[in-house]
Nanobody
Framework: QVQLVESGGGLVQAGGSLRLSCAAS??????MGWFRQAPGKEREFVAR???????YYADSVKGRFTISRDNDKNTQYLQMNSLKPEDTAVYYC???????????????????WGQGTQVTVSS
């Protein structure tokens, strides 16, 4: 069983930046991702990175967010730039326990989840 712990959330003004981290308790040999959930909304896909470093982004964050990972440290990151008030949400780290044939943009594609970290962007 892999445990995921996020950190780095907080309050930032629009246009600012934050960097989220997600540390895994064990080696994650497959894809990892980030999701977010705003109050009253469903959990939505943000970004995904394979073990080899291939990335995929939601259109809403493309060009502003960058996902990366350090396999030696069992950690993934989400660099968020040019933040907007609509980016406000609880951000969740996720990891696969086995590889999927799908693109990996749905919560059901991931087996391990962190507890979430709040990101609030003020206007």
């Amino acid at each position: 069983q892999v445990q995921l712990v996020e950190s780095g959330g907080g309050l930032v003004q629009a246009g600012g930046s934050l960097r989220l981290s997600c540390a895994a308790s064990g080696r994650t040999r497959y894809a990892m991702g980030w999701f977010r959930q705003a109050p009253g909304k469903e959990r939505e896909f943000v970004a995904r990175i394979t073990y080899g470093g291939t990335t995929y982004y939601a259109d809403s964050v493309k060009g502003r967010f960058t996902i990366s990972r350090d396999n030696d440290k069992n950690t993934q990151y989400l660099q968020m730039n040019s933040l907007k008030p609509e980016d406000t949400a609880v951000y969740y780290c996720a990891a696969e326990a086995w590889p999927r044939a799908r693109l990996g943009t749905a919560p059901r594609d991931y087996d391990y989840w962190g507890q979430g970290t709040q990101v609030t962007v003020s206007s």
